[in-house]
């Protein structure tokens, strides 16, 4: 993507005498390190007043073991506008493989889904990832990369940047720093990975503000001015992302703050979670607190979520409003995200990662403040064990179903919107209960018993003779996982149920015999006609029947009509 007409220039000798020393320029590229990323997100408005707010992160990935590999590239978009929320993330082949590569040597996620998802890559990547076209041009001296058309970013020998991407629009923006780059978390910029024996621990540096400006181009050709403000990190560390079995799971949920009294708030908290019993244990927590005058500090902090937003399709549950106190400053906020569904799905995080912006409210010692946020949780994304993930749809559907299927009969609110009785008559008591046992109770059991289903009555042709058990059912009917055959050439009227298919019937004249009859050769013979009619009452033969004297002998038959 073109992000200026100009060619681009090198950077000085005064920049290249900063690098020698070991002090090189934010943004400026480590390719000694195995994996490095540049985030940005901004909070700009168009002349029309609407607010657009987005987030871009680009992703390189080297192997340290072989140089002469190609590196691997990933790209993530998001933008939020009074259009809705989008998003996309791409890859390029190399960090292709290098996902897939990760995936199959992941020992500790269950290996019915790492087989799965190996053999899945192994034809190109999931959706909604998609793969780079396009080769990505960067250089190896300083910040200058493009993913083609998709993403640009670079800095300008004045020290600005230049950001291009596209969205729905295509956005050319120009990031003036209003603060200097300092570290985050604590005085080396070291943040722990999800690996204890964090051999992915990361380096990370911030640059908590910069005035962005520039021209957004819509689809149908015309342009809008934009202005606003935007944040930028730089991280870049080891590339260890196996683990195994037992493998404490890592959780990372993060904010930027830009108060609009000056302050940059930067927190991180991290936990870790056993993979057998699921119990979390706080790992670290800390604050970078960047004053007007640009002084920065490190502090402790309370991180509180208020509201959560739990994602159906890969059941991850994210912190949407969280409570954030730093007591050495006197600091109590309030972040809250304003769209709960900011869910990315892409294997480039493991299986998905959550983002929104955020509104900030809250008091500084006893100053009202306020500003803006961006609010992010990269869950552990690893599963264990497939049965165990998949009883959690059990507790959301339990949840979900609390919220209108209400366990108390006297919840008249919810009672009148299952049964359409709200705001047209009273209903009394035990009326109330009759229809809460009709209507909700029978949810509710499915519900406390995973597992069952309410099984049709099977119709039989004819009533069981006194006497006989009636015939079992067959397995695949008695179980709850096989739903029960249908017919297919069932005879009913239109808008009637299909009954179950019933089993063969014997052949007429073997219906009511025992089994040894059908089986032994010498006692075919005994065998009833295949026309002959079954009588009321069994009939024996005579050689069944013990030997009978001449004054027992058994009266003839009266003849029927």
């Known amino acids: 993507m073109t992000i200026s007409p100009r060619p681009l220039k090198r950077i000085p000798s005064q920049a290249g005498a900063l690098e020698a020393s070991g002090s090189p320029l934010f943004g400026s590229p480590h390719p000694s390190a195995g994996a490095e990323a540049w985030y940005l997100n901004g909070h700009v408005r168009d002349e029309n007043g609407d607010t657009y707010t987005w987030m871009i992160s680009m992703l390189r990935r080297h192997d340290v073991q072989d140089h002469d590999a190609p590196a691997g590239y990933g790209l993530v978009i998001t933008c939020s506008s009074q259009a809705g929320v989008s998003a996309s993330a791409w890859v390029s082949p190399a960090m292709h493989r290098a996902v897939r590569e990760a995936i199959a040597g992941d020992t500790a996620q269950d290996p019915r889904i790492r087989d799965a998802l190996a053999q899945a890559l192994d034809e190109g990547p999931l959706l909604p990832d998609r793969l780079l076209t396009q080769p990505v041009a960067e250089s190896a001296q300083h910040l200058d990369v493009s993913f083609g058309d998709l993403a640009a970013l670079r800095r300008d020998e004045d020290g600005a940047y230049r950001l291009a991407f596209r969205d729905k629009g295509r956005f050319e923006l120009l990031l003036t720093p209003l603060k200097e780059a300092v570290p985050q978390f604590n005085a080396q910029g070291s943040s722990p990975g ?57 959780t990372r949920e993060w904010t930027g703050i830009q108060l609009e009294n000056g302050w940059e708030i930067s927190c991180i908290h991290t936990r870790t979670s056993d993979p057998a019993t699921g119990a979390t244990a706080l790992e670290f927590t800390r604050a970078t607190a960047i004053a007007p005058d640009g002084t920065t500090s490190y502090h402790d902090l309370t991180w509180q979520p208020i509201h959560h937003w739990t994602s159906l399709a890969t059941l991850n549950t994210y912190p949407t409003t969280v409570r954030v106190s730093v007591p050495d400053l006197g600091l109590d906020l309030d972040v809250t995200a304003t769209t709960a569904q900011g869910e990315i799905r ?12 955020a509104t900030v409210r809250g008091i500084q010692e006893t100053t009202p403040v306020a500003g803006t946020a961006f609010l992010q949780t990269l869950p552990t994304n690893t599963i264990g064990d497939i049965e165990h993930y998949m009883r959690r749809t059990h507790d959301i559907a339990r949840t979900q179903a609390a919220a209108l299927y209400s366990a108390d009969p006297g919840d008249e609110t919810a009672l009148g919107l299952l049964t359409g009785t709200s705001g047209r008559t009273d209903l009394d ?32 042709s004819r009533p069981v003779p006194p006497g006989r058990r009636p015939r079992a ?31 063969p019937k014997r052949p007429r004249g073997l219906r009511h015999r025992p089994r040894h009859h059908r089986r032994h050769p010498r006692l075919l013979h005994l065998r009833r006609p295949h026309a002959a009619r079954p009588t009321s009452r069994p009939q024996h033969h005579a050689a069944h029947l013990p030997a009978l004297s001449a004054g027992h002998a058994r009266r003839p038959r009266r003849p029927g009509p």
Not at 194 to 216: E, F, I, K, N
Not at 346 to 357: C, D, H, V
């Open 194 to 250: 999800r690996l204890p024996s964090d051999a992915d621990a990361m380096t990370s540096y911030v640059m908590p503000r910069l005035h962005a400006q520039g021209t957004m181009h819509r689809g149908d050709g015309s342009r809008q001015r934009l202005e606003g403000q935007a944040w930028c990190t730089q991280d870049w560390g080891a590339t260890d992302l196996l683990s195994f079995p037992g493998t404490p799971g890592h």
């Open 473 to 503: 059912l067959p397995a695949t009917d008695r179980g709850h996982r096989t739903p029960p055959r249908l017919s297919p050439d069932h005879r009913r009227h239109p808008g009637q149920l299909p009954h179950p298919a019933r089993p």
């Open 429 to 460: 008591t035990d009326v109330r209960h009759r229809l809460h046992q009709a209507v909700t109770a029978p949810i509710l059991h499915l519900l406390d018993n995973p597992g069952r289903r309410l099984a049709p009555v099977r119709h039989r």
């Open 346 to 357: 892409t294997l480039l995080a493991g299986r998905a990662l959550w983002e929104s912006p």
